[in-house]
């Protein structure tokens, strides 16, 4: 088929084709002419009729369902004109060598999907897994070294205040922190709205900032103009004075306590701007965990709220309901966001951990259609989680051009009285508790944050949304651990491989899978290994 395609597109470029064909540049056009084919013919079989300025908001999501739905062929054509391939391919069976690791399905698959830089860098840090570790294999040592090491340089999960993060942002010294803190809210706030690393120097910054005029501005932005910088800004995120008249839409609100208590704050700010109050499930299942859902409903729909169910915050851009709100929403809220545990895995697992950070990237990118420039986006979780890690979260919004301006901690947070539920099954016997979130002890509450972003669009056009590539089927069924490290070779395994990889498959589509027979899961937050 890939022969055939290029010999028609080449001839329909006028290239002429011989025997002695072998011209660098013309193999260059008949690969871009081969990708822009196959392009058209993905866009086809999607079936979808995806508006010209959303395809940037779902294409990621589209293209993984392909890439699942074809079981590795899509993997091939991702990289056709990648000329790092055999490099990269090179040095993965180099490690694998040096680490006698060849029959380790995990492994080869973690270092199929690492890049150059990472596979660079394994070689010379001196790294290697140990082989004989009780808790986790030679592939989950690998991947999260990988991990760690990108952590290390983003400064962590914990507390970042808004001076912090400003530095972090642009790789400001630590000299530079002093005089940062010593300004007036009025001078910091000027100096990061306006400070680049293209224009002068931070001190000519500051200056200016010190030159403004001492009137004050209506609007909260400019509320106590001469109070401490660093304080009033986190205070600004802390109190959630967001703009009064934008929308605001909430992502995976599982008993809409958090939309409840949303309302009832901007009600209270006499903001006329909607809040939209989605949830991931359908309102029949919600029925059968919440027993007061139809009144949470009724609830927010009397003060004037939207409330949407069976809604996958990576595909909004082809769901009908959010039809025409491009550019709309001033504040963005998601809360705890898991992409569903699978029995035997711990989230950490590659086989499984592709998906939580996945669901960052496409979120972030599906919401750059949607809010408006200026506007504001927090996600709070656990800086210790190990599926919805605090890098996915912070990497994905920076590639999607949202700018980090904080992290808080969750229990100094406005909005953090609600009741927390587990979004599964067991909130039917553990009911929400909003006093003081007892009831939900699943992680350390101290540990909790919520990851503060603005939306800063340079009005470029970004590259395709990169996204962790899952397994293959062939994979899976090679793969020892998890659910299959005591499971021999026979249908039984590939039984299981086709249930994960059909679930998969769902999954990446916006279906629902937590009730599905066939397949072994558990839908929630697991604990943590020990």
């Known amino acids: 088929l890939t022969y055939h395609i290029s010999i028609r597109y080449l001839a329909l470029a006028d290239v002429k084709m011989d025997e002695d064909y072998v011209v660098e540049e013309e193999v260059a056009v008949a690969e871009t002419l081969l990708g822009e084919a196959l392009e058209e013919m993905d866009e086809e079989e999607d079936g979808l009729d995806v508006q010209e300025h959303l395809k940037d908001a779902v294409e ?10 074809r079981d590795g062929e899509d993997t091939k054509r991702r990289r056709v004109g990648d000329d790092r391939r055999p490099i990269e391919q090179a040095k993965a069976r180099q490690l694998m060598q040096k680490w006698q690791v060849f029959n380790d399905a995990v492994m080869h698959h973690v270092l199929e999907e690492a890049t150059l830089e990472e596979l660079n860098y394994l070689q010379s840090c001196g ?27 983003m400064g ?33 706030r000027y100096v990061i709205d306006t400070y680049t690393a293209e224009a002068a120097s931070l001190d000519d910054v500051i200056d200016e900032a010190k030159l403004q005029g001492d009137e004050e501005e209506p609007g909260t932005f400019n509320a106590v103009p001469s109070g401490e910088g660093p304080l009033v800004m986190s205070r600004f995120n802390r ?33 006329v701007g909607r809040v939209i109050a989605t949830t991931f499930e359908e309102v029949e299942t919600l029925r059968e965990r919440y027993k007061e859902i139809d009144e949470s409903i009724k609830t927010l729909e009397e003060s004037h709220a939207e409330v949407y169910h069976g809604v996958d915050c990576t595909r909004i851009a082809i769901d009908p309901r959010f ?16 992409s569903g545990a699978v029995q035997g895995f711990f989230d950490s697992h590659p086989m499984v951990n592709w998906r939580h950070e996945n669901l960052m990237r496409l979120f972030f990118r599906a919401l750059r259609s949607f809010v408006k ?31 980090h301006v904080e992290t808080m901690p969750f229990m100094e947070w ?17 009911r929400p508790d909003a006093k003081n979130n007892q009831s939900y002890n699943a992680q350390n509450a101290n540990a909790d944050m919520v990851y503060c972003f603005t939306y800063a669009p340079s009005g470029e056009v970004l590259p395709k949304q990169q996204i962790r590539m899952p397994p293959t089927l062939k994979t899976l069924s090679q793969c020892r651990d998890g659910p299959f490290k005591n499971m021999g070779a026979g249908p039984q395994r590939e039984h299981l491989a086709k249930s994960l990889h059909d679930r998969f498959v769902k999954e990446v589509s916006g ?6 027979p066939a397949i072994p899961i558990i839908n929630s937050i697991q604990p943590y290994p020990p």
């Open 414 to 430: 406005h909005l953090h009285r609600y009741g927390r539920s587990y979004g599964d099954k067991r909130d039917v016997y553990k």
């Open 373 to 403: 420039p200026g506007g504001s986006v927090k996600v709070a979780s656990n800086s210790g989680a190990v599926g919805v890690r605090y890098s996915y979260i912070v990497g994905s919004a920076i590639e999607n051009e949202f700018l």
């Open 60 to 69: 990621g999501t589209l293209r993984l369902k392909r890439l699942l739905s």
């Open 239 to 271: 109190l959630e004075l967001i703009d009064p008249l934008a929308d605001c839409a909430v992502f995976g609100d599982a008993n809409l306590t958090f939309s409840l208590n949303l309302a009832s704050h901007r009600k209270g700010f006499g903001h």
């Open 323 to 338: 039809e025409g709100m491009e550019g709309r929403l001033g504040a963005v809220y998601y809360n705890f966001p898991h």
């Open 511 to 516: 279906e629902h899978v937590a009730d599905s």
């Open 127 to 153: 790294f290697a897994p140990n082989k004989y570790d009780a808790r986790k294999t030679p592939g989950e040592l690998t991947r999260q070294h990988l991990i760690q090491k990108k952590e290390r340089e």
């Open 156 to 188: 962590g999960g914990s507390r970042i205040d808004v001076v912090t993060a400003f530095r972090l942002r642009w790789k400001l010294p630590n000299e530079t922190d002093k005089s940062l803190r010593a300004l007036t809210h009025k001078e910091l």
